[in-house]
């Protein structure tokens, strides 16, 4: 089984982004976890649309697409989720192939403050809704004080951090096949 693994941080020590390389080491036997950021993917201007999808949207959808689940790392960003992830959402909901549909998909984040990215969380979960992925509810994993959990390095130290994941991802893997 393969996990698709998306972070909307753009940084490259983001802990968002190594939040998800460390959710890679514990998936379940068996799952395998591709990490991606969203390098690349242009502003939506729907006049452009004529022209095709750019090739950054498509590869992106064919790789969703080909995934059995998605994980998606987004950081906070005044309240919500980056922008980039906001624009990403936006392509895949209009994408022809509806990567997105029937998709079972997870969230985490990460964030220095205590609240660990949880109110563009559900700014997340209100953006899947019309897309019409299957979203895991719990186990959440939203990870605050984050720079205390994570080593200089950017790997993931906290044990009990390490417990939630592994919990989240066994959820995603059940969810797949029901
Ligand atoms: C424009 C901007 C807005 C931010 N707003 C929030 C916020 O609303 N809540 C929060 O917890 N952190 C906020 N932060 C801090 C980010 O959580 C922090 O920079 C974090 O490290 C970003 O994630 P990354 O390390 O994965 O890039 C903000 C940062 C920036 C640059």
Redesign the pocket.
């Known amino acids: 089984m393969k996990f698709l693994a998306i972070?909307?941080?753009?940084?490259k020590?983001?802990?968002?982004?190594?939040?998800l390389r460390a959710a890679a080491a514990l998936v379940p036997q068996g799952v395998s976890m591709e990490v991606r950021t969203l390098e690349g993917i242009p502003l939506l201007d729907p006049d452009t649309l004529e022209a095709g999808f750019p090739q950054a949207v498509n590869e992106l959808a064919a790789a969703l697409k080909a995934a059995d689940a998605l994980v998606l790392?987004?950081?906070?960003?005044?309240?919500?989720v980056t922008a980039i992830m906001k624009i990403a959402l936006d392509w895949l909901s209009i994408h022809p192939d509806a990567p997105l549909k029937g998709k079972a998909t997870a969230m985490m984040s990460?964030?220095?403050?205590g609240?660990?990215?949880a109110?563009?969380q559900y700014q997340l979960r209100q953006m899947l809704i019309y897309p019409d992925a299957k979203v895991l509810g719990v186990p959440e994993v939203m990870v605050g004080s984050?720079?205390e959990k994570f080593d200089a390095q950017g790997e993931l130290t906290d044990q009990a951090t390490k417990d939630i994941i592994q919990k989240q991802m066994q959820a995603l893997k059940e969810l797949v096949n029901c």
């Open positions: 972070s909307g941080s753009l940084r020590s983001s802990l968002n982004t190594s939040l790392a987004s950081p906070e960003f005044n309240y919500s990460a964030s220095p403050s609240l660990g990215g109110r563009a984050a720079f």
